[in-house]
């Protein structure tokens, strides 16, 4: 298995709190992203990472921050969390642009 | 707008049919095409990855094709087994460098003994 580690696996918080996720990787892959996964939804892109400090917004980026100071770690903040963030979200590494993207476990978030 | 279509929606067929799914995309610059699967509360894994030049790729009882002109893929899938029953991914990859994946719903593929 690819080395990718996502945390917390899983976390309740309360509207209005700030939230932070963790991917770890120990790929030395170049390119991190962030996905939320809802039904009906498929997986939707939040932002990605080509390189250290170097980030891009996806197709749901509203509400969502990131930060990539090292290679190996790219963070995923929700400054003020909302109940519509409720989501599963899934971290993948990639070095493009043939290799295969390799995901992590999944976050499962509920705000409540 | 990058899209990835997939179809059918869900989908159940008895052990040991084959069944094919379905992938339309519209994605420019096209990198590669890929096909995930997925088990319910698991990251997706990686079943096939085609280039532009590619028509078809194996990886056991998966077969996907790849027409670039019609920008259409399927993924076929031979002699189903139970543990077949997951989500199915096409997955898009855009961008000069390949680095930005664009994801179909998925097909629910449930295999029933």
């Known amino acids: 298995d690819a080395g990718i580690t996502q945390s917390p696996r899983h976390k309740v918080t309360e509207t209005g709190t700030p939230v932070t996720l963790r991917c770890h990787q120990t790929?030395?892959?170049?390119?991190m992203y962030w996905y939320r996964q809802d039904p009906g939804h498929g997986l939707r892109l939040i932002h990605y990472s080509y390189g250290v400090k170097d980030t891009d917004k996806g197709e749901v980026s509203d509400g969502y921050s990131v930060s990539r100071s090292k290679t190996e770690d790219f963070l995923l903040t929700l400054e003020s969390a909302t109940s519509s963030q409720t989501s599963v979200y899934f971290c993948?590494?990639?070095?493009?642009?043939?290799?295969?993207?390799?995901f992590g476990q999944g976050t499962r978030l509920t705000v409540v | 707008k990058n899209q990835v279509e997939q179809s059918p929606q869900s989908l159940i067929i008895l052990e040991g049919k084959n069944c094919t799914l379905q992938?339309?995309?519209?994605?420019?610059?096209?990198?590669?095409l890929r096909w995930y699967k997925q088990d319910t509360g698991r990251g997706p894994v990686s079943l096939t990855i085609m280039t532009f030049s590619e028509n078809t790729k194996s990886n056991g009882r998966y077969t996907a094709t790849l027409d670039a002109d019609t920008k259409q893929s399927s993924l076929h899938i031979t002699a189903s087994q139970l543990s077949d029953s997951a989500s199915y991914i096409c997955?898009?990859?855009?961008?000069?460098?390949?680095?930005?994946?664009?994801f179909g719903q998925g097909t629910e593929l449930s295999v029933k003994p």
């Open positions: 993948a590494i990639s070095e493009p642009p043939l290799t295969e993207a390799f």
């Open positions: 992938c339309n995309y519209t994605v420019s610059p096209f990198s590669n």
């Open positions: 997955v898009v990859s855009a961008g000069n460098q390949g680095g930005k994946l664009i």
């Open positions: 790929e030395n892959h170049r390119y």
